[in-house]
Nanobody, 122 residues
Framework: QVQLVESGGDLVQPGGSLRLSCSASGSIFIIADMGWYRQAPGKERELVAVTSSRGSTNYADSVKGRFTMSRDDAKNTAYLQMNSLKPEDTAVYYC????????????????WGQGTQVTVSS
């Protein structure tokens, strides 16, 4: 079993910055993809950014140039640096890790964090 714990959500004014973190613990051999998603009230969950184990990152068009995702595999942690925040960035942000728990098995599993609230408002 793998647990993901997120932190860093807060209330921030438009134009401000926040840094989200997501740390995994439990049975982990390799973490393949690390991703950040968000869900605003009344909307479906959407991809914000995803980073592969090779380090390539894809971003949603709405956050390109403002958000930067990084990962520290030694700490089993992903980060999302969010700059120039806008009211439309308001949402619950979730991390998602694709984990290979055991060296002897090739199967990978998806795990989700509990979510952290980001509110952008003056």
């Amino acid at each position: 079993q793998v647990q993901l714990v997120e932190s860093g959500g807060d209330l921030v004014q438009p134009g401000g910055s926040l840094r989200l973190s997501c740390s995994a613990s439990g049975s982990i051999f390799i973490i393949a993809d690390m991703g950040w998603y968000r869900q605003a009230p009344g909307k479906e969950r959407e991809l914000v950014a995803v980073t592969s184990s090779r380090g390539s990152t894809n971003y949603a068009d709405s956050v390109k140039g403002r958000f930067t995702m990084s990962r520290d595999d030694a700490k089993n942690t992903a980060y999302l640096q969010m700059n120039s925040l806008k009211p439309e960035d308001t949402a619950v942000y979730y991390c998602n890790f694709r984990v290979r728990p055991f060296r002897a098995e090739l199967t990978e599993y998806d795990y989700w964090g509990q979510g952290t609230q980001v509110t952008v408002s003056s």
